[in-house]
């Protein structure tokens, strides 16, 4: 479980990772991201694809982004993304 930041309520905002996968494309290695992101009160799942030059994130349906700004949420899960890609 990875903290990311707190949402308006003041309770930790975290990123449950449940699965990665290696890819190829063209020559090219990425990692995709299968997890959760929640408060304690409720989740959403999430896909983060990580490839060298871009990241895409996709988000179920949940009520968090009531709670916290999604914007920053995808920032920050993007960072995540790419320091797990240099480990």
Not at 6 to 35: C, I, N, P, W
């Amino acid at each position: 479980m990875i903290y990311l930041t707190t949402d308006s309520m003041d309770q930790a905002v975290y990123f449950d990772l449940r699965k990665t996968e290696q890819r190829r494309r063209h020559g090219d290695t990425g990692r995709t991201l299968y997890g959760l992101v929640g408060n304690g009160i409720t989740e959403v799942p999430v896909t983060v694809e990580n490839w060298r030059d871009w990241t895409g994130i996709v988000f179920g349906s949940g009520e968090l982004f009531s709670f916290v700004d999604e914007r920053n949420i995808r920032r920050m899960l993007g960072e995540v993304a790419r320091e797990l890609e240099l480990h």
